[in-house]
């Protein structure tokens, strides 16, 4: 058994898809998901992309994925990693994929010079929580993700 972490190719698409369909699920968000493949083509590997998307595999076979992009820190004055969605197939945790990713991750950011990575938790998912604090990460109790969307942000956009 071999395990394997490459950059995301356009061949990749449909297993992005699927692996972010997945997460969604396991999520309980699967209601607002609505990317497609042609989405991840464009921003992943559009003109403009921005965004950047690694996959674990075991054996050739997808078994994870990690989508991160840049952010900024106007304290720290310096760019850095921000993880936007990592994701295990569950059959296949437990065997440091998981971890893998985000040595991975991590790696990168540090050849990069960023001077953090972080990234967003779901405050039901104990279990990623506990795994995220035994990788050294802090979870910010202080902080709240705020968010406008849809029909809001375009509200909010004509005021």
């Known amino acids: 058994m071999s395990f394997s972490i490459r950059s995301a190719t356009r ?3 449909n297993t992005i898809v699927t692996l972010v369909r ?3 699920v ?4 699967e209601h607002v998901m ?3 493949i042609e989405d991840f083509d464009r921003e992943l590997f559009g003109a403009n992309a921005k965004i950047e998307c690694v996959i ?3 054996d050739e076979k997808p078994v994870g994925f990690a989508l991160y992009f840049n952010n900024f820190s106007t304290f720290l004055g310096r760019k850095g990693l921000y993880l936007e969605d990592l994701f295990v197939e569950p ?3 437990g065997k440091g994929y998981g971890k893998a990713l985000l040595v991975h991750l991590a790696q990168i950011a540090v050849a990069r010079d960023c001077g953090r ?3 967003s938790v779901l405050d039901w998912n104990e279990p990623s929580i506990k795994f995220y604090e035994s990788m050294g990460a802090t979870v910010l109790p202080d902080w709240r993700i705020v968010r406008v969307t849809g029909e809001k942000l375009t509200a909010l956009a004509a005021k």
């Open 34 to 36: 609505v990317s497609t």
């Open 22 to 24: 997945a997460l969604a």
């Open 26 to 29: 396991y999520e309980k968000l």
């Open 11 to 13: 061949a990749d698409l």
């Open 117 to 119: 990575f972080e990234w």
């Open 56 to 58: 674990a595999r075991e």
């Open 91 to 93: 059959e296949m945790r």
